[in-house]
């Protein structure tokens, strides 16, 4: 039966001409409909300046709710076991990282681990310390992430719904989602991620490649990236968010290292190990970690950050969380500002209970 | 579809993240569809509409969090529209009724999310308008990267290297695009029109 036998005879009309490739009937019905209700010029932009103030106070709220709940379940725990002890004057530095394979640190949930020329192993957070073989495909499932260890002593977070390949020590292939790469804590660099999109480099840093939506999104917290895309090359500073699509069309735009974007990689930030070590050389990994700077409010403050040693655990702590657990404990206090912590000394009336 | 809700999980994770691009998107994209699902609802009145959009946006952004991709973002969403809606409708004294359209009965609202065949007698059914007001709602329900491609070329006139320029890939990537487009539109359109 022919299409012309079930339509009224006005309809050609107004469906209009056919697209003898299949859509005929498809293309006649929106030709018919037209465009629809005219949309307010400008209604999307009063929409945004209407809602954007207080989404950003909800995405405000939510973010210390999520790190309450951190913080109310560990922070008791983490409290009695934090003890001072000064000393004349020790500074000692980061430890020095060994480790010749790739290892799980944290895993928030469960991931799946499919080793080259084996079946998939899932694997959680009983499983810190768990050996990841090169050439291992990762995914983590949505609202799981993870945190790995390189062989050079480098942090790979993997954000929530996201699949990697481990290709070697120093180089992974993103097919989806996100990652993060910190060369901070004395490690290594010369990491490179690959995408479908280009090859990212880091040259000693911490940023975020992430590739969504047909886009390829490069966030750089820390240092340097290098950004090789066939015979083009990019030099991505930190501070900037560098975009580019599949056509090559490239955006750049500017960042912080405290914006709120990068909240997840603290969610699985592996554990700083406090146990001997300086209240200053902690106070550079919360920096490190949260992206705020550390403000001393005098050298006075200062000189005694870097003579406290500390003693117990801040396991399972948000890095973010932390200092309001420690530094009491050192006769510290911290006061959040714009971009960065003052640290200054605790007064009195603070110590009471 | 539920490649569809995967997509849209991930935008509102990206929202309760704080990604001012993903706020953007998320505006940008479901103004003039919660605009259209509006419009046609409260006696073609466009500043009614307007402020049935803008309070449903600001009742949907501090509940987005909420949203667990059960069902499509758009159909999440229009269930707080319909609630400003009604709530219009109190105000002016009438009842919620008195707009009901054939895509807001329960059948034609399940059909949006499900698949059928769209034969050629469906549409001799329909007078012009009620048509062109199921073609809106299909194509809004249908995904964005579909429902897009589908209003550049056969309602805007885009060519194909135009569709492609717009999405950012390959005039080939486009057309094969809009290939399933049209066959989510087909299968939609059949659907929601009781075939």
Known sequence: MSENNHMPRDDSARFGGRDPADGGLVERLLTAAGPGPEIPEGGADRIKAAIRAPWRNEVAVAARQRRRLWAGGLAAAAALIIAVVVVPRLHRGDLPIEADAITLVVAEGRIEVTPPGSTVSFLGPDDAGSIIPDGSLVRTPGDHRAALRLTGGQSLRLDDDTVVRLDSERSISLDSGAVYISSADGAGTGVEVRTAFGTATEIGTQFEVRLEHDILDIKVR???????????????????????????????????????????????????????????????????????SVRFENSEVERTAATILLHGTIEGLHPAETPSAVLPTCGLSAVAEPGALLIARLEADNNEP | MRETYSEDRKLVRRLVRGDERAFDAFVDEYYPRLYRFAYTRVGRDEATAEDVVQSTFTNVISKIGSYRGEAALFTWLCTFCRYEIAAVWRRRGRQGSEVELLEDSPDSRAALETLGVLQENTIARFEAEELARLVWAVLDHLPISYGNPLRWKYIQGLSVREIADRLGVSSKAAESRLTRARQAFRDGFAAVAGE
């Open chain 1, 222 to 292: 820390e240092g340097l990236v290098s950004l090789t895309r066939g015979a083009e090359e990019y030099q991505i500073n930190h501070g900037i968010r560098f975009s580019v699509d599949g056509e090559g069309a490239v955006t750049t735009a500017s960042i912080t290292s405290w914006d709120p974007t990068w909240a997840w990689t603290q969610g699985v930030a592996p554990a700083f190990a406090i146990e001997g070590r300086s209240a200053l050389s902690y106070l550079e990994w919360v920096s490190a970690e949260t992206g705020l």
